[in-house]
């Protein structure tokens, strides 16, 4: 069974960093991309940052230049960066992958609380 489970979520003022990992486990044949999204309160989920395999990576203009996305293909993790951070960065951030498994298709993570205080 896959499973994608998320870490580094908690409290910083504005202006701190954080960073989130998002390590995938389970019989995985291989992942293509790799992203992160985010849900505020009584907002939908938005897209926050997605990359390649081959490492090429995209950007909500929200978060531009602040926000860097990685992965480790090695270890099947996926990372985000978060820097000059702003209380609208309040959220709940979800990993997503597609993942080539016995079952092939998008898998979720639980999710990690992200504050940003002013």
């Known amino acids: 069974q896959v499973r994608l489970v998320e870490s580094g979520g908690g409290l910083v003022q504005a202006g701190g960093s954080l960073r989130l990992s998002c390590a995938a486990s389970?019989?995985?044949?291989?992942?293509?991309?790799m992203a992160w999204y985010r849900q505020a309160p009584g907002k939908q989920r938005e897209l926050v940052a997605d990359?390649?395999?081959?490492?090429?990576?995209n950007y909500a203009d929200s978060v531009k230049g602040r926000f860097t996305i990685s992965r480790d293909n090695a270890k099947n993790t996926v990372y985000l960066q978060m820097n000059s951070l702003k209380p609208e960065d309040t959220a709940v951030y979800y990993c997503?992958?597609?993942?080539?498994?016995?079952?092939?298709?998008?898998?979720w993570g639980q999710g990690t609380q992200v504050t940003v205080s002013s």
């Open positions: 389970g019989s995985i044949f291989s992942i293509n991309g």
């Open positions: 990359i390649t395999s081959g490492g090429t990576s």
């Open positions: 997503n992958a597609y993942i080539i498994s016995w079952r092939r298709g998008d898998y």
